[in-house]
């Protein structure tokens, strides 16, 4: 699963970092470091932080519709 | 036919094609597709991956976060596309209709989408720049390659040119416990950016986190050993210092070489184009069937005295191709314009940079909450007596309360009360802007002029 979270919405509030702390951390004070790609597993978590965000910042993937012709991914 | 009717059939079986897969191509073909096109869509990249999102790989990538090969963009819904990957655009036949790639394939288009974006600035001499150790940043290849090496614990980085993204490789490093020179020509970090006021804070930062900051100073030659592996670099000031990597920050090329002779108004700032997203031919005229977005596009801004800006930004990426998508199926009357206020972030040294409308314009400057001497605080810039931009530390929350005051043209200084303020009345200095003539490194807002084939800036490199 991919995700985006567009960091000009972003303002810190950091209910994501609460809601699924393997994916969201905090650098500092207010820096988000996200991990682009997650686990099946996080899912749940992920769309609730998701759905939680004060701002709306977050972008988790709607499609998983194949980009043929890409390097796959690897590892 | 009318010219509605040809809308409607072009939004039926029209032919689409979008040179440059990343950030800005992606999100203009899946708005294609939400606004009901249902043509076919051809998406050219010259990079082998599906389009992935590059942020990261100067911070997640660099820091153990995320790995660079785990940067792909979220999709926001199918897109029904043909990709050609790994294939660059190599020129364009107006005439025709045609895109030429590499491997000289053509691909026919009834609307044209150049996304293109930008490239690394690459080290000046090409030999040097060959060196085993020699890194630029840019792409998920070249993350990949600089994290393995860090990975290596190299005795000293060097990162040359402490603009946005030298600066937050410059942070990487640090947090990696690695030794790191910066070498900047300017009298300070971010200085193009956000002036010499704020570049003085950003200096204070990166000292303190332990970098060997050296302003006013820029490399003049990269020395390699007997096997080809980077071994000093050579200063303005006569000094050398050793270092197995160096860092070439030396800001971005717009990547328009492919359209030379093609007739379009396109050069070293970008392809320039109307508010509607609509590509300037090189004697003015506005083409209807080429449309530019994201790095590679310069328009006119109403806010900022219609200048043309050009903008490096993730947000402007996204906003512009979702306008040039709709407005390339769309009658006159139904276009919108391409109104964003430019916006970007960096997160460096544990400290969250956030800047909002065009802080190169400002020519007066307060900090209308927090200090600058704790690192958190937010400035706002003048000009000509209105709000023209903000910047914060560690001050996120404010930002958007800014972008109304620059919208609303507001007086400046700001004379409402705010939070967080500090002295009874708001004393205005100079940003401390370096000479515009004079080049940049950071990632920001380029004041272009008011024609589209004007060129204010030009970068010129200096010779050892």
Known sequence: ?75 | MSADADVEVLRREGRIVVVGASLAGLRAAETLRDKGFTGSLTMIGDEPYEPYDRPPLSKQALLGRARAEDTALPRRREIDAEWRLGVAAEGLDRQAKRVRLANRDTVPYDRLLITTGTRARPWIHPDEAALDGVFVLRTRDDSVRLDRKLAGSPSRVLVIGAGFTGSEVASACRERGLEVTVAERGPAPLVGALGGVIGAVADRLQRRKGVNLRCGISVTALEGDYAGRLRRAHLSDGSAIEAEVAVVSLGAIRNTDWLAGSGLAAGPRGIACDAGCRVFDVNGIVTDDIYAAGDVARSPHPLFDYQFLSLEHWGNAVEQAEIAAHNMICAGPDRRPHLWLPMFWSSQFGVNIKSVGVPSLGDQLVVAQGTLAEERFVAVYGYHGRVIAAASFDGAKWLGFYQQQIEAAAPFPPEYGTVDRRTETLEPVDPAFPDPHLPTHGPTVTLTGHSPSERRVEFVPSHA
Do not use: K
């Not at chain 1, 991919?2 to 004070?29: E, I, K, S, T, W």
């Not at chain 1, 207010?30 to 939680?52: G, I, T, W």
């Open chain 1, 1 to 75: 699963m991919r995700l985006v979270v567009d960091l000009n919405r972003c303002q810190g509030y950091a209910q994501c970092v609460f809601l699924a702390p393997d994916v969201f951390a905090l650098h500092g004070d207010e820096a988000l470091l996200f991990s682009p790609r997650f686990d099946e597993a996080q899912r749940d978590r992920v769309e609730e932080a998701a759905a939680a965000c004060p701002v709306q910042a977050i972008l988790v993937d709607y499609s998983d519709e194949p980009t043929r012709g890409a390097e796959p991914h690897v590892g």
